[in-house]
């Protein structure tokens, strides 16, 4: 049975799910939830958190929030595709990898979603950008970023040396801001661009509801 993803076009959180799924060489069917005749068929995801998207549903379990889907979806499917999440047994690299998965939540994404929404979202709605907000979203994550310098300039990924679910959860937004005419991934530092430029280019980062 083909897992189903319903999501939305243009959808950063659909695109996120999207990349592990590559990554895991995980076969999926997208049902598009910007279509007009989409009205949430499946009464037992509806009844979870109304009409929350993107959700899953795998041999029958339903997985709603991005973030929970793809640490499912990379557990779950462990002994295939890319290794995303660092062995158990390894303390310490479990620590830096939940350290660098905050590192995203708390301050890459509340910036980096802002601004994309301001410059890239609207935009795609025929709505007009707050440059206000845009630039003060950009200027707050510009300095985030300082930190990312600096770790990436330790190590290759965020984690440490092997590519991980932290790493990934970067894609959509850092896309829709370089679409959107932002260098911001590319001007911190050499660290950061070299790291962006990698993750960035992945098969995996292709072919999602943003490309």
């Excluded at 601004?115 to 979202?121: H, Q, R, T, W």
Aim: glycine share 6%.
């Amino acid at each position: 049975m083909t897992l189903t993803l319903y999501g939305a076009y243009m959808c950063p959180s659909t695109a996120r799910i999207q990349v592990v799924l590559h990554e895991k060489s995980i076969p999926y069917k997208l049902v598009n939830t910007d279509e007009e005749s989409f009205r949430h068929p499946i009464p037992e995801a509806s009844s979870l958190f109304g009409n929350c998207i993107p959700f899953i549903i795998d041999k029958g379990f339903i997985l709603h929030e991005s973030r929970a889907i793809c640490r499912y979806l990379a557990t779950q499917y462990a002994d295939q595709g890319t290794k995303l999440i660092p062995d158990v047994y390894s303390i310490k690299c479990c620590a830096l990898f939940e350290q660098a998965v905050l590192c995203e939540a708390l301050n890459f994404d509340p910036y980096a979603s802002k601004a994309g929404y301001e410059n890239v979202i609207k935009r795609s709605k025929g709505l007009l950008p707050d440059e206000a907000i845009f630039e003060a979203s950009i200027a707050g994550l510009s300095s985030k970023l300082d930190a990312y310098e600096s770790i990436l300039g330790e190590q290759r990924y965020l984690a440490g040396n092997a590519l991980t679910l932290a790493d990934l959860y970067h894609i959509p937004w850092g896309t829709l801001l370089t679409r959107g005419g932002s260098d911001i991934m590319t001007r911190k530092g050499p660290n950061i661009t070299r790291w962006w430029n990698e993750i960035s280019t992945r098969d995996s980062s292709k072919g999602t509801v943003l490309n």
